[in-house]
């Protein structure tokens, strides 16, 4: 149940790329391909922008993309805009009815 | 349109108890499995209870086993989460959330439950 661990920020200029890695364990990230990313904005709930490790819900930017390798995940936002700025949050199912997040990044523009 | 609406929040003493509802709408309650998530004041997402699509499997973090019950009514499409014994460390913004995909795809508002003497 230990939280997966993120880098605390992140930063580039507007049309920049930005990578932020997830890492857990065999037991989380690398046991399921059930990685998801969550972004939220200050005093908004979450919103899912990456399900299934590389999905995207409809309505999200293809700017926005996912991948996973062994237990370490990652989220990739290219051409980044202003909006993008927020706090990014890795989960993953982590089995028996249950997820685990990650520990969070703010990502800066 | 789907949604999810929380209510309950309230401030708590420590050691009382509190229970959260979060009200659902706009897809079939009974083919999803529910969860709460909480967030402290200027922290991190923290997971701390599922529920089955059936109500049938629970699931709790270990810092609220044994004084949170998670639980739903399909009469009612609403989500439960019981809470005792409350700790100055459970005071937090819960959400509710839908699981479909293995992600949490649809979230409420949030309520916040302050704990303090």
Known sequence: QSALTQPPSASGSPGQSVTISCTGTSSDVGGYNYVAWYQQHPGKAPKVMIYEVSKRPSGVPDRFSGSKSGNTASLTVSGLQAEDEADYYCSSYAGSNNFVFGTGTKVTV | ?117
């Open chain 2, 1 to 117: 349109e789907v949604q999810l609406v929380e209510s309950g929040g309230v401030l708590v003493q420590p050691g009382g108890s509190l229970r959260l509802s979060c009200a659902t709408t706009g897809f079939t309650f009974n083919n999803h499995a529910l969860h709460w998530v909480r967030q402290a004041p200027g922290k991190g997402l923290e997971y701390i209870s599922g529920i089955s699509y059936d109500g049938q499997d629970t699931y709790y973090v270990n810092s609220v086993k044994g004084r949170f019950i998670i639980s739903r009514d399909k009469s009612k499409n609403t989500l439960y989460l019981q809470m005792g014994s409350l700790r100055l460390e459970d005071m937090a913004v819960y959400y509710c959330a839908r699981d479909s995909s293995g992600c949490l795809d649809y979230w409420g508002q949030g309520t916040l439950v302050t704990v303090s003497s």
